[in-house]
């Protein structure tokens, strides 16, 4: 067997003593450069992702420490309903092995010095406005806000309350 490249195997296809039919891959290399994160995504999330975007990745096989890392670009997946997010990480010391899995999130928008508050403490008013319900001491009043960013968790509140002041979250 003669490789077309120079590179580390990735995996092999089969045991000593099988029969391999002919035009059957045998052995998966992988470029022997620095180690690239590949993620499945799909094809709605992947419109949002973009070349330079910043990622925060974990491996499942390490000690729990957050690396960076950077898009890479977008490709067409294994099926139609996936893509593929090609992520460069700063893997700062050991690299993992080859398969190993893990984690990331990417960073889509930010912003530095944001006030956030829980998403579940935004809620909406009779006209459509977003509103949160702000406490002070026994006192709870609605008071129009505007919302920024947001994502699952977290609301940026652009106005209307002020860093320091109580938020009533609710059950």
């Known amino acids: 067997?003669?490789?077309?490249?120079?590179?580390?195997?990735?995996?092999?296809?089969?045991?000593?003593?099988?029969?391999?039919?002919?035009?059957?891959?045998l052995i998966v290399l992988a470029n022997p450069g620095e180690p690239v994160l590949e993620a499945s995504v799909l094809p709605a999330d992947a419109a949002r992702l973009a070349t330079g975007q910043s990622a925060r990745v974990q491996l499942d096989s390490g000690?729990?420490?957050?690396?960076?890392?950077?898009v890479l670009g977008v490709e067409a997946g294994p099926n139609s309903a996936?893509?593929?997010?090609?992520?460069?990480v700063d893997w700062s010391g050991a690299r993992p092995a080859y398969g190993s899995t893990g984690r990331a999130d990417i960073v889509l928008q930010g912003k530095t010095d944001a006030l956030l508050v829980p998403i579940r403490a935004v809620?909406?008013?009779?006209?459509?406005?977003?509103?949160?319900?702000?406490?002070?001491?026994d006192t709870h009043t609605?008071?129009?806000?505007?919302?920024?960013?947001?994502?699952?968790?977290?609301?940026?509140?652009?106005?209307?309350?002020?860093?320091g002041q109580y938020v009533w979250v609710g059950a």
Request: without cysteine; proline residues 4%; neutral net charge.
């Open 1 to 25: 067997l003669r490789a077309p490249f120079s590179g580390v195997i990735a995996s092999i296809a089969a045991q000593p003593g099988s029969r391999i039919g002919a035009g059957q891959g």
């Open 63 to 70: 000690d729990g420490t957050t690396l960076t890392g950077t």
């Open 82 to 88: 996936s893509k593929l997010v090609r992520m460069q």
């Open 123 to 137: 809620r909406t008013g009779d006209k459509g406005q977003s509103q949160v319900e702000v406490v002070d001491g």
């Open 142 to 163: 609605l008071v129009p806000v505007t919302v920024g960013i947001t994502n699952v968790n977290s609301a940026e509140i652009v106005s209307g309350v002020e860093a």
